[in-house]
């Protein structure tokens, strides 16, 4: 028979465990929540945009809040502003930012750097900008990380490659066709100038012809293009938007003369090709960026993608692995990696924006982590964007179909200096 003391004791713990609710349970671990501020345009130019770039990237960090996160204690939580794409929107909404203390944004463009670029050292709030930069902005010591290089580094390693492929063209004959009211545009023309005429024209290997200037919307280029036709050039450069893209198109279909473009991956081909249900008339056509190519149906970058998509299912293939889905991607692998490189180093909880830039400056991101996204980056103090081993994707329509032109990543030339 059970002792009188033997029955009290398992009448306590009876007791106990009905009013804790049961046997007692270790308690789950604190989980910081960190808001990550978001640049959008709902209202603005871009607006079209967002339909790409918010699943992919609100995907991408809820995988890492459900991997790396999870294992840290953090959790990221984007905080969307319409900006407009405004510096002056940009810039009334930025103090109630600043006062949050954020330890990392998540920029949009160049209205983001156009408000920030010189406010940010000051503020000690890094933000992360997805799209290729400007020679105007390759300054040293600033808070602005970009995993791409400027517009001209990307469109230079594409000609340098065309140069290698076409040896019986030599001097390749070069021109560009650009909006003269946009700094950017101009930028872009300028630095592709500056590296033929001061690098490549004293070896041999291309000259310069003309510069065509057109409308930011232009109805016609015709007579742009005529020029262009009469100066004999193998390669033009400077198409920055799909109405741009079209003029020329519809210029060279009248003359019957088809004269390769090269631009960045969401300027030309991709998305006049939706809206015209075909890549055809882009045949032997070009766009390049240092980022995975929305070309490639294999690789790390592809099947992370499809792991994105099993996460949330909005996200469409066709859709959205794309040039646009790319950009929601490739902002957001950097931020979470930023973050996490950060923890790791400081703990979660004395995450700031200064330990955030810091942990930019203190070791490479490597392309596994970045997950086949981006090559290795190495940040410093000289540029907002990596200067060592620069890569690009280039992607070219054969046959009708939106492929890669050169298999792997094809480098950038490294003598490329400021315009």
Known sequence: MMRKGAKMFLLGLLVTMTVAGGPARASAPEVKEVVVPAFMDFAGPYADLMKFIMPVRDALFTWWNDTEGKKLGIRLSPKNYDTRYDPTVVASIWPGIVAEKPVIVAGLGGADVAAL????????????????????GWLPNQWIFQP?????????????????QHPDKKPVKVATMAF???????????????????????????????????EMQPVDVSSQYRTIVEKKADIVFGLANTTQAGAYLKASQLMGVSIPTVAAPHHTIWPLSMAMKSFAPWEGHYVAGAVVSSAEKSGPAYEFFKKLMEINPKINETFHWSPFGILGLSGSILIVRAVEHTARRVGADKLTG???YDTFLEKPFTEKELMGIFPTLYFTKEAPFSLKDLKVKITTVKDGKYTL??????PVPKDIKKW
Request: proline share 9%; no cysteine; net charge positive.
């Open 117 to 136: 670029q010189q406010r940010l050292p000051k503020d000690k709030v890094p933000v992360v900008y997805a799209p290729a930069a400007y020679g105007f």
């Open 148 to 164: 791409r290089p400027t517009y001209a580094h990307e469109l230079l390693a594409a000609l340098t490659w065309y140069i290698g």
């Open 180 to 214: 003269q009211g946009s700094p950017a545009l101009i930028d872009i023309q300028r630095g592709i100038k500056t590296y033929v005429k001061e690098v490549l024209e004293p070896k041999g290997l291309a000259t310069f012809v003309t510069e065509q200037w057109i």
């Open 354 to 356: 200064q330990a955030v």
């Open 405 to 410: 032109a050169a298999p792997g990543w094809v």
